[in-house]
């Protein structure tokens, strides 16, 4: 105990909140600009980058909800016409972004809804978990939909504080950037907006004389930027209004066909579907399964949150206490009533703000979780969503035995977080699904020392993003399997082929296989969960190449 007190003085002593606050954030920039191209783009990498690609070099983009929304590619598309296309560019602005949530975090401190403890571990959480840190590390969209949702939650709260016009503009632009992400951003905005209307309801927040022009012009710009960008900068705009310009369409096909045409449409009947045909599909716990595999002392110290929280706030006591007929509270005093009277007028200052920051961080944990385990398709990155705030749930009540608790912990974090972003080989985690082989390294090798290569199956990605530009010629694609005799007789020095669609042997040519991707599947290994957390040593499934390379005559 004598030797903690020691620590925590010597702490306090040479080292202020700004500087380790400070020391924290370039913890974070390390971790997530560090060899950004240690290992090889995952498979949805690939089509990111490639599409970007294609975006820079041709100009080519219409919406596809299956590809998820327009923002990331664009961006994309212009880092690479500034620093050149390559994985470690493509792999800048995530890291970018992911690290932005820390000033974001520092900017909720600064306006009184986190103390100092309670910032310096969500920032210390945010800055070394394993989920976040991989997935700043990856060319996907939902880092991005993560950062634009915090700085929705930043500009609200400076819009409430101020009732200025530019905070409200702020709050329009990051929703409809976020839209511009991903299709699950709307459950973040009624997320959002059904905590604001409990809020104005409660008179917990009174919204200033020129609220209504504030909502329209932030909804201009909410509906401007999406318009923008889902449009391919006016350059599609069937994607917003389908055909029904088309008088003649509409006369023939009737305005709901002309409606089906838009890519709103598409988006919600793509992703029902989904939900439906369970395509990639888990447990409604898979993600507490994802939580505890690599993010487990943040979830302990979050369920500790929760419970105290419950144990303090008396609104939700007696809500359980009326749900189950047990409220026997009494007629509140008019000491009570005037002192209520005086919260309202107030607003939420001091320990009431933080502890309103908490009852909203609260609400915006459970609904994700439940949201999330109902939706059908399981991925791992969607565990971001879930996990902020679950981070800011876990800072509730951070004491200084809780916050030395907190970075005792975090070695536990470090670990799971060099196991899974910095070995440079196939590790056996879930929170890579598909990820590109290292054996693909060899593969390449090989493509390099051939002149002329035919690949033979439908499964071929990543090769279109690495093997763009002038290196495309040296590659043919047939598209699927093709007869034997045909085969040899191009002439080609290597023939690719997928495993499950390939040969026994081909006359002239070695044959080796090698690993496309690899994936960890829950299926696969639900017998032995616990023995698979210790091991980490769970069955891996893979699709894979084979190699026919031509014998030297």
């Not at 026994?504 to 017998?527: Q, R």
Request: aromatic letters at 16%.
């Amino acid at each position: 105990m004598a030797s903690t007190a020691g620590i925590t003085a010597w702490i306090r002593t040479h080292l202020s909140f700004q500087t380790v606050f400070l020391i924290i954030v370039l913890l974070a920039a390390a971790l997530r600009f560090w060899a950004l191209d240690l290992k090889l783009y995952h498979h949805d990498e690939a089509v990111h980058g490639w599409f970007a690609y294609r975006l820079l070099q041709e100009g080519v983009y219409v919406y596809d909800p299956s590809y998820h929304g327009p923002f990331l590619y664009y961006v994309t598309a212009g880092m690479f016409a500034l620093f050149g296309d390559s994985d470690l560019v493509g792999r800048l602005l995530p890291a970018v972004f992911g690290l932005s949530l820390i000033p974001l975090v520092y900017i909720i401190h600064r306006l009184g809804y986190l103390d100092r403890r309670q910032t310096l571990v969500a920032a210390l959480f945010i800055a070394i978990s394993p989920e976040l840190v991989y997935f700043s590390r990856f060319l996907r969209h939902d880092i991005f939909q993560l950062a634009f949702t915090l700085l929705l939650l930043v500009a609200l709260l400076l819009y409430h504080r101020s009732g200025e016009l530019r905070y409200a503009l702020l709050a329009g632009l990051a929703a409809g950037l976020g839209m511009c992400c991903k299709e699950d951003m709307p459950l973040i905005l009624l997320i959002f907006l059904s905590y604001g209307i409990y809020l104005l309801l409660s008179r917990k927040v009174h919204l200033p004389s020129q609220w209504k022009r504030d909502a329209v012009l932030s909804t201009l710009l909410f509906c401007g930027t999406m318009i923008l960008f889902y449009s391919s900068f006016g350059n599609h705009w069937e994607v917003l209004f389908g055909q029904i310009a088309d008088v003649a369409f509409i006369q023939q096909e009737g305005l709901l066909a002309a409606i089906n045409q838009t890519g709103w449409y598409q988006a919600v009947e793509h992703w029902a579907s989904m939900h439906g045909i369970c395509r990639i599909c888990g447990p409604w716990f898979f993600y507490f399964l994802l939580l505890i595999l690599y993010e487990l002392p943040i979830l302990i110290l979050a369920v500790m949150g929760i419970i105290q929280f419950i144990g303090k706030d008396s609104t939700i006591r007696h809500a359980i206490a009326r749900v189950w007929g047990t409220d026997r509270r009494a007629s509140p005093t008019t000491a009570e009533l005037v002192e209520r009277s005086l919260v309202q007028i107030r607003g939420p200052k001091g320990l009431q703000k933080q502890e309103e920051f908490m009852r909203f961080s609260i609400y915006w944990l459970l609904l994700s979780l439940g949201a999330y385990a109902y939706i059908g398709e399981k991925v791992p990155w969607l565990v971001l969503h879930q996990l902020l705030p679950l981070i800011f749930v876990s800072v509730y009540a951070m004491t200084q035995r809780k916050a030395i608790v907190a970075v005792l912990f975090s070695i536990f974090l470090i670990l799971c977080l060099w196991h899974v972003a910095f070995v440079p080989a196939d590790v056996n985690e879930p929170v890579v699904q598909v990820q590109n082989s290292e054996d693909l390294r060899t593969v390449m090798v090989l493509i390099d020392n051939a002149d002329t290569v035919a690949i033979a199956s439908s499964n071929y990605w990543p090769l279109p993003w690495y093997y763009r530009g002038e290196r495309a010629d040296k590659l043919i694609y047939y598209g699927s399997a093709l007869d034997a005799g045909r085969l040899t007789s191009l002439k080609a020095d290597m023939i690719i082929t997928y495993d499950a669609e390939s040969y026994e042997s081909l006359p002239g040519f070695t044959k080796k296989t090698y690993k496309i991707n690899y994936w960890f599947s829950y299926y696969d290994n639900e017998n032995r969960l616990l023995e698979y957390y210790v091991k980490r040593d769970g069955k891996m499934g893979s699709m894979n190449f084979d190699v026919f390379t031509r014998i030297p005559e």
